[in-house]
């Protein structure tokens, strides 16, 4: 970015910022663990061999990036231990309640991996060139890493879309249940945190800006497939801001 | 549902790689893919085990032969 302040260190940052950027990376980093896992679920079961290789690739991708992130998350004392303990499974991950439980089918597994892991590296885009330093030391190497998996997605789209018309419905019903609460994932417009946070240089779009990138990527190949997005508002009432998951009705 | 893809879609990939400037590319290995994208992702995914430098994908077909092995 351009001429800024640079932060080194958690103590450098005001409260507000504090808070949200830890809200943040505690977000990504626990869902790429889960994320991980139900990548890994699926290496042995799915349609193509070479497809079941690149899920075991990609879980370990993503469990590599969650290293470097909860290192990161060490640094703020006020972060709970066992949350940046890796050995520890915990009840509850701050991460997307349809990774809640393992991805029922193949076309569930593309509509996750092409929007919700394309939302998580918009997320990581907008550190690019950080202010807050130990976060841009490591951005450029995992956006090189998540190239491969929006190119599994885009590609799976297309091809199970053209292969039939059943296919083409089941993504679209996967895209209904993944697509709204991955756009509620990114934050309120009006979150304040959020806007600190692109104030400092931290990062470099708001929730919204976000919001429309990821917009940006995908309607295009959804248009082109026949893929549609839902058109509905987004579930922003059961939406929480502390966790980024949308409760579903019980 | 099935979404098992039909074998007529598939094409076989030579993959060649290298470490370091000096080397040249060495083949490593195949994959097969239904197209360029895939075979990229696959072989990504399948030869890891160094930090390559280069790694090129190429069509078994779009391969000339210039001395065949009888």
């Not at chain 2, 099935?2 to 040249?24: G, I, L, M």
């Not at chain 2, 895939?38 to 090129?56: C, F, G, K």
Request: proline share 6%.
């Amino acid at each position: 970015m351009n001429e800024r302040k640079r932060y080194q260190a958690p103590d450098e940052l005001d409260a507000v910022a504090r808070q949200a950027l830890i809200n943040l990376i505690w977000a990504i980093a626990d869902s790429k663990v889960v994320l991980g896992r139900r990548y890994a679920e699926w290496a042995n079961r799915a349609p193509v061999l070479e497809s079941g290789v690149a899920a075991a690739a990609m879980a370990q991708t993503e469990l590599g990036h969650t290293r470097a992130l909860y290192m990161l998350l060490r640094a703020f004392p006020e972060v709970p231990a066992d949350v940046t303990d890796e050995e520890q499974f915990r009840d509850h991950y701050n991460a997307p309640s349809f990774l809640d439980r393992p991805l029922a089918k193949w076309t569930e597994f593309v509509a996750v991996n092409l929007i919700f892991d394309g939302a998580l590296t918009e997320a990581i885009k907008a550190m690019r060139g950080s202010a807050y330093e130990p976060l841009a030391q490591r951005i450029d190497k995992m956006l090189e890493e998540e190239r491969f998996h929006q190119m599994h997605g885009r590609d799976w789209l297309r091809r199970l879309a053209r292969q039939s018309e059943a296919a083409r419905a089941e993504l679209e019903e996967a895209v209904g249940r993944v697509l709204p609460e991955t756009l509620c994932w990114f934050g309120r417009d009006d979150d304040e945190g959020a806007a600190r946070l692109v104030a400092l240089g931290i990062v470099d779009a708001t929730p919204g800006e976000l919001r429309r990138r990821l917009r940006d990527q995908l309607m295009p190949l959804f248009e082109e497939t026949g893929v549609h997005a839902p058109a509905d508002a987004l579930p922003w009432e059961q939406f929480d801001p502390k966790t980024r998951r949308v409760e579903q009705a019980a | 549902m099935s979404t098992r893809e039909p074998n007529s879609d598939k094409q076989v990939y030579e993959v060649f790689a290298r470490r370091k400037y000096e080397d040249p590319l060495r083949h490593v290995g195949t994959v097969t893919a239904p197209d360029d994208e895939m075979a990229v992702v696959y072989a990504r995914s399948i030869y890891d085990e160094w930090n390559w430098l280069e790694m090129v994908v190429v069509p078994r077909q779009a391969i000339v032969h210039v001395i065949e092995p009888a």
